[in-house]
């Protein structure tokens, strides 16, 4: 019984598991990774230009989403941040390989920032319980 998936399961995921992670959920997290990853593949992004401040501005809008997904796959908000942070210094690693394009620390900072943002939104800490009143009765 020690050894059996039932324990593995329960120990591996613990107190976080719900309705929330599941398997399905991670669908469009990694859907956007690739998107995104495809994008920074590209010589010129397909569109307009982006110069600054749109760039930023695409930057965050697409790293809220991809944290916001990865909050709803995960529950829990610094696993999603973390991987959300270490995926936008691996792509711009990436995109930095890429000719004409440039990695810029600015760029990680809007992903960081979007993420942040995205996975507030996507996982909601439970609230503290009101305060239940005094049922005693005070003599006067």
């Known amino acids: 019984f ?17 309705d929330v992670c599941s398997s399905d959920l991670w ?9 995104i990853w495809w994008l920074s593949a590209q010589p010129q992004t397909p569109g307009p230009s ?7 501005i695409a930057h965050f809008l697409a790293y809220l989403s991809l944290a916001f997904c990865l909050g709803r796959a995960t529950g829990r908000r610094g696993l999603a941040l973390v991987i959300a ?5 691996l792509d711009e690693v990436h995109q930095s390989f890429v000719p004409p394009r440039e990695a810029g620390v600015q760029d990680w900072l809007f992903d960081v ?3 942040w ?24």
């Open 2 to 18: 020690f050894f059996s998936s039932r324990r593995r399961h329960t120990r591996y995921i613990g107190d976080w598991s719900s």
């Open 27 to 35: 669908v469009p997290s990694l859907a956007i990774m690739g998107v």
């Open 50 to 56: 982006l110069e600054h401040p749109r760039d930023w």
């Open 85 to 89: 942070a270490w995926f936008g210094a």
């Open 113 to 115: 920032a979007g993420a």
């Open 117 to 140: 943002l995205g996975v507030r939104f996507a996982v909601r800490r439970p609230g503290r319980a009101a305060p239940e009143p005094d049922a005693a009765v005070h003599p006067a």
